[in-house]
């Protein structure tokens, strides 16, 4: 089966399909029209979009007939006692059998049991005892990342901006932050909280036990004992601290791939986000093949000069061999990569800014 | 009797391609919450969204009741979305 991309956007989403070379992409009509897709994915034919209207709010979409007709989710608004209102859905996350999740903001988590039609929100999280030391990032503070052990339904790691790292064990029940070593260079009394952290984009790798990675707006990190400790890696080549996506390889452990913007290193007490526009005038991707040891460029492909954006959900990998890499930009590009950053290729132009790219063998 | 509801093209969508219903409604508020498309209309407070606009034969009912604006039962309600956003 080929392979396609989701790709949300400000208006609407779009379905990328590839051939098996993954080198020669076809663009659908949009789907979702008038809607902001902050994310979509898959998941056992099931299409599910986290599509925001400035208007209308926030809602989780569901179509199991390939987007022809599509089903809001329930339960989705946050309880008075909490003192907050739901403002933006931000990223849909299968779990096993029939529970998906959903991160929101402010800082909100809910769990369906009925495959997304119904949600509850995850009071555990939303009234964290860390709440009042958390912040909001320049989108708000939002609930991006969530990823679910492979083989442990009750294990699940949440990154928050800006929040932190968070860990359940027991499928959601109680959270424990887990941001040791990880910065936030921004605060003038506490570089390094327990809590508060701006993390851009968490990822699980699905083999190899422990390991996660971390793009923050505070550098890059990597994590091999479950998020105990985190290792800060962009002194090792990258040409800087800032930036929003990063992707992994499910075969490679030591594989990774970020887009920095900016030119600032937290290493000499320099604070990212000023800029939010590609390091070096140029569409850079960086690799690191040592587990963040060392960085790469692996732009073969991408435009020079060029000053784009890359949002934290505008980045993905398959689970071919090789791995696939695919990104989109704010300009409306998407990005693919069939070799593991070897050669780029420009899949699409021309789509509204894009929020997320999933891929799906669907 | 029944008032009739117009929606706009994305709530349409939302509710499966239809732009006008009949319901049964003392109010604004009931007519509005008989729709399918209820939960784009509301928070979760209950409160009307803030950039949902409701006429009723044509006035803004925020020049009479606001959504609580009582209905004989021959009106026609639109629901408008403000014009706003990029």
């Known amino acids: 089966m080929a392979p396609s991309i989701l790709v949300g956007t400000r208006k609407g989403l779009f379905v990328l399909r590839g051939d098996e070379d993954r080198r020669e992409w076809t663009v659908e009509e949009p789907m979702l029209s008038g809607w902001e897709v902050f994310h979509a994915t898959e998941h056992d034919g099931t299409l599910f979009a986290a599509a925001n209207n400035f208007v209308y709010g926030a809602t989780v ?6 987007g022809k007709t599509w089903e809001r989710s329930e339960g989705l608004g946050l309880p008075e006692e909490t003192g907050l209102t739901l403002e933006k859905a931000w990223h849909v996350e299968p779990g096993h059998g029939d529970t998906v999740w959903l991160g929101a903001a402010p800082g909100a988590l809910f769990r369906s049991d009925d495959r997304g039609a119904n949600f509850e929100p995850v009071m555990s999280l ?10 909001p990032g320049a989108g708000g503070m939002c609930t991006h990342s969530i990823q679910v052990h492979p083989t442990e339904p009750d294990t699940i790691y949440i990154g928050i901006s800006a929040a932190g790292v968070f860990l359940s064990e027991d499928g959601g029940q109680t959270w424990a932050p887990k941001n040791k070593g990880t910065a936030a260079d921004f605060s003038e009394d506490d570089r390094f909280p327990e809590v508060g ?19 923050n ?36 452990p030591d ?27 140029r569409l850079g991707v960086y690799r690191t093949d040592d587990g963040g040891q060392s960085w790469e460029l692996a732009s073969n492909g991408l435009p020079d000069p060029a000053w784009v954006e890359v949002l934290r959900e505008g980045m993905a990998s398959d689970r071919r061999d090789p791995v696939g890499i695919y990104f989109g930009t704010k300009s409306g590009s998407i990005f693919v990569s069939p070799d593991e950053g070897g050669e780029w290729i420009e899949a699409a132009r021309h789509l509204p800014a894009v929020l997320s790219v999933e891929v799906a063998e669907w | 009797m029944a008032v009739t509801v117009r929606v706009p093209g994305l709530l349409a969508d939302q509710a499966g391609g239809r732009k006008e219903f009949e319901v049964e409604a003392a109010d604004v508020r009931g007519a509005l919450e008989a729709l399918p498309v209820r939960d784009l209309l509301f928070d979760e407070r209950g ?12 006035e803004d009912v925020r020049g009479r009741d606001g959504i609580e604006t009582a209905l004989s039962g021959s009106e026609t309600i639109r629901v408008v979305a403000a014009i706003a956003g990029g």
């Open chain 1, 217 to 252: 707006h505070c550098g890059v990190y990597r994590t091999d004992d479950k998020g105990e400790n985190w290792e800060r890696l962009e002194d090792n080549g990258l040409p800087s601290s800032f930036g929003f996506p990063i992707a992994i390889n499910h075969l490679k």
């Open chain 2, 47 to 58: 409160e009307l969204r803030p950039l949902v606009n409701v006429y009723v034969d044509r």
């Open chain 1, 197 to 215: 952290q701006c993390v851009h984009k968490v990822l699980l790798h699905p083999d190899q036990e422990g390991r996660l990675w971390q793009q």
């Open chain 1, 61 to 66: 979409q569901r179509s199991t007939d390939g």
């Open chain 1, 126 to 135: 939303i009234q964290h005892e860390t709440r009042d030391r958390w912040n």
């Open chain 1, 255 to 281: 594989q990774a791939f970020v887009i920095p913007e900016d030119s600032v290193r937290g290493s000499e007490g320099e604070v990212g986000g000023g800029d939010r526009v590609t390091t070096g005038g």
